[in-house]
């Protein structure tokens, strides 16, 4: 009885989590990713499947093709290995832009990679990744067995109408032949987008006209003073 309150517990405070945490990613102005492309057609990058994130309008999850060219029977995915039926590099690029929503711009861009490599005697494995967003280009790490990596740029205060992202990595591998073997492999990507919003415009205000002063009051012009009265005619006898 107490196991299964636990349990149960247990789920509902995790529903509780995940319920908060869409709540917040919907409240949360949602940027849109497009012109999604990759520069290797049907290998590694996947652009068709990149797509945001249903929980998370703002991470964007970049897809990886599987399966095996029928032409060659080589394996399609982000790998570079020693193996029968495999590519010993294999090297793409994705790009994107990022487009805010009205009244906001992008202050920050983080890429997340993941991935796994294994060496055997003579094996070696090697890779690296970088990316350009906006006018920055940055290196973002070279890696032997572990390809794990995140990196952000920030652009807080820049205000760019939108951003273009560009990411390529590749990865390498080697083996004397019978004396050992390599594999590298990047399974998952993605790419995290923060927002702020716009400064305001000052409001502009008409001029306040002031306000002519008042004329001075003219003092009263004193009456003038009479004419002097002639002088009385003489008085002729």
């Known amino acids: 009885m107490h196991v299964s309150n636990r349990i149960t517990s247990a789920v509902g405070a995790a529903v509780l989590v995940f319920n908060v945490a869409v709540a917040q990613a919907q409240t949360t102005p949602a940027v849109s990713f497009v012109d999604i492309t990759d520069a290797v057609g049907g290998r590694f990058f996947d652009a068709t499947t990149t797509a945001a994130d249903p929980a998370d309008p703002n991470k964007l999850i970049i897809g990886f093709n599987t399966g095996r060219d029928p032409a060659t029977w080589k394996a399609n995915d982000f790998r570079a290995s020693t193996a029968a039926f495999s590519h010993a590099s294999a090297m793409d690029t994705i790009s994107f ?141």
């Open 97 to 237: 832009r990022i487009v805010p929503p009205e009244g906001y711009y992008v202050s920050r861009v983080t890429y997340n990679q993941q991935g796994g490599g294994t060496v055997l005697r003579t094996g070696i494995v090697r890779g690296g990744s970088n990316w350009v967003v906006g006018d920055y280009a940055a290196d973002l790490g070279v890696f032997a067995t572990n390809p794990d990596l995140s990196e952000t740029v920030d652009l807080t205060g820049l205000h760019l109408p939108f951003v273009p992202v560009s990411i390529t990595t590749g990865v390498h591998s080697f083996a004397t032949p019978l004396a050992g073997s390599a594999t590298l492999s990047i399974t998952g990507a993605n790419v995290v987008v923060m927002v702020e919003e716009l400064p305001k415009a000052p409001e502009l205000t008409a001029p306040v006209e002031e306000e002519a002063p008042a004329p001075l009051a003219e003092e009263p012009t004193p009456p003038a003073d009479p004419p002097p009265a002639d002088p009385p005619a003489p008085v002729v006898e």
